[in-house]
């Protein structure tokens, strides 16, 4: 089993920046890939960025050049740099960390809100 928490969302106006971390724990020696999700209210949960464990990442569009996802092997923490957010980037953050074994296993934090409003 994994354990995932995560911190850092909140209320923050158009244009300023936000950090989401996300502490893993337990089982995470074979970690494959971590990452982030969203989902917004009335939409389906969505890929936001995703870092593997050689550091190939991966970004939404609607992210690229503004987010930057990061990764310390050390403390099996992922980070996720948001800049310039604007109100669409409302919505519940999931991390998410992919075990792999002889099969894939997903695991998914509790979430943390993030509101963009003026």
């Known amino acids: 089993q994994v354990q995932l928490v995560e911190s850092g969302g909140g209320l923050v106006q158009p244009g300023e920046s936000l950090r989401l971390s996300c502490a893993a724990s337990?089982?995470?020696?074979?970690?494959?890939?971590m990452g982030w999700y969203r989902q917004a209210p009335g939409k389906q949960r969505e890929l936001v960025a995703t870092?593997?464990?050689?550091?190939?990442?991966n970004y939404a569009d609607s992210v690229r050049g503004r987010f930057t996802i990061s990764r310390d092997n050390a403390k099996s923490t992922v980070h996720l740099q948001m800049n310039s957010l604007k109100p669409e980037d409302t919505a519940d953050y999931y991390c998410?960390?992919?075990?792999?074994?002889?099969?894939?296993?997903?695991?998914w934090g509790q979430g943390t809100r993030v509101t963009v409003s003026s």
């Open positions: 337990g089982s995470i020696a074979n970690i494959y890939r």
């Open positions: 870092i593997t464990n050689n550091d190939s990442t």
């Open positions: 998410n960390v992919r075990i792999r074994t002889i099969l894939y296993y997903d695991y």
